[in-house]
């Protein structure tokens, strides 16, 4: 119910700043339908091609905070496949872009996260 309804609100999302040509939005929804590809763990594949491609867009658009997001949503995803080299490698692009952006209550968190899960390794 309420998965699929998020997804639907994002896909329309992405389709509304695609028409209109908002690309900075578009990344924002593009992050949302990632993640409610996430949610789902029959979409675990479609969700981490979903995030390396916003990743790329983000990064085009010299969008630093979306493109952390998508490292971090990346990593996630790569977290739920048990690959977790690529996990890795993922997060510490997440917790490099913020500790570049100056975002500490953005690192404090991933660092929780990575903590919980044994990611990151040592990467304070």
Request: aromatic share 4%; proline share 2%.
């Amino acid at each position: 119910g309420e998965l699929l309804r998020a997804r639907r609100i994002a896909e329309t999302a992405m389709q509304d700043t695609a028409r209109h040509g908002e690309r900075a939005f578009h990344v924002r929804a593009r992050l949302q339908h990632a993640a409610s590809l996430l949610a789902d763990p029959v979409q675990l594949t479609a969700a981490k091609s979903a995030y390396a491609e916003v990743l790329a867009q983000a990064r085009a658009l010299d969008m630093q905070p979306w493109a952390a997001r998508a490292c971090a949503g990346l990593a996630r995803a790569h977290e739920l496949s048990g690959e977790h080299a690529a996990a890795l490698t993922a997060g510490r692009a997440a917790l490099e872009i913020w500790r570049k952006l100056e975002a500490p209550a953005r690192v404090r968190e991933l660092q929780r996260y990575a903590e919980r899960r044994d990611l990151l390794d040592n990467a304070r």
